[in-house]
T-cell receptor, first 113, second 117 residues
């Protein structure tokens, strides 16, 4: 039973355009949502997060949107750059602190120059 | 600041053999996690430590997997005996472990890629 779902295994985007990565979750108790980026042969690195009390969080080119009623979040990257090509994981946790993260399967983003 | 260190980076063993992985978390991080990432999947939690105590090991296959975190710092994860389906990347992560508003990010090591043949 997958609690965090990323239904698009891959996405290709032209350099300079917007990349939109989607994530759905089933557990309404999740309070924090995070996006991790993973390059080959490296561990996941934290990218951006959002608390359930917000609906948007921005950090430079990266914006995460949260729609609690739909149990859906998305990561927007504008403008997309070739260096953004990586696997992006959506993750969720029950509340702040040290509860473990539940990950989706990931979406491979390819930014084409 | 040094990141999470893991060794070895790669390991190839035959089924039914044993293997051990080592993790050194970020200094001061009380919480340590071991995740298993099978090819094409997201990381799946195996065990979580808070200092040297186990918080969650509900998804650890205890008949073959064991983990310890002596003195609340370094940790080892062992598999004995290994099965073909244990082939995966084993990721160690650490976090501050304090309850604070905002981000609950964990910092990951590079992982150990295990191949069981």
């Amino acid at each position: 039973d997958q609690q965090v779902k990323q239904n698009s295994p891959s996405l290709s985007v032209q350099e300079g355009r917007i990349s939109i990565l989607n994530c759905d979750y089933t557990n309404s108790m999740f309070d924090y949502f995070l996006w991790y980026k993973k390059y080959p042969a490296e561990g996941p690195t934290f990218l951006i997060s959002i608390s359930s009390i917000k609906d948007k969080n921005e950090d430079g080119r990266f914006t995460v949107f949260l729609n609690k009623s739909a149990k859906h979040l998305s990561l927007h990257i504008v403008p997309s750059q070739p260096g953004d090509s990586a696997v992006y994981f959506c993750a969720a946790s029950l509340y702040s602190g040290n509860t473990p993260l539940v990950f989706g399967k990931g979406t491979r983003l390819s930014v084409i120059a | 600041e040094a990141g999470v260190a893991q060794s070895p980076r790669y390991k190839i063993i035959e089924k039914r053999q044993s293997v051990a992985f080592w993790c050194n978390p970020i200094s001061g991080h009380a919480t340590l996690y071991w995740y298993q990432q099978i090819l094409g999947q997201g990381p799946k939690l195996l065990i979580q430590f808070q200092n040297n105590g186990v918080v969650d090991d509900s998804q650890l296959p205890k008949d073959r997997f064991s983990a310890e975190r002596l003195k609340g710092v370094d940790s080892t994860l062992k598999i004995q005996p290994a099965k073909l389906e244990d082939s995966a990347v084993y990721l160690c992560a650490s976090s501050l472990g304090e309850d604070r508003a905002g981000v609950t990010e964990a910092f990951f090591g590079q992982g150990t890629r295990l191949t069981v043949v």
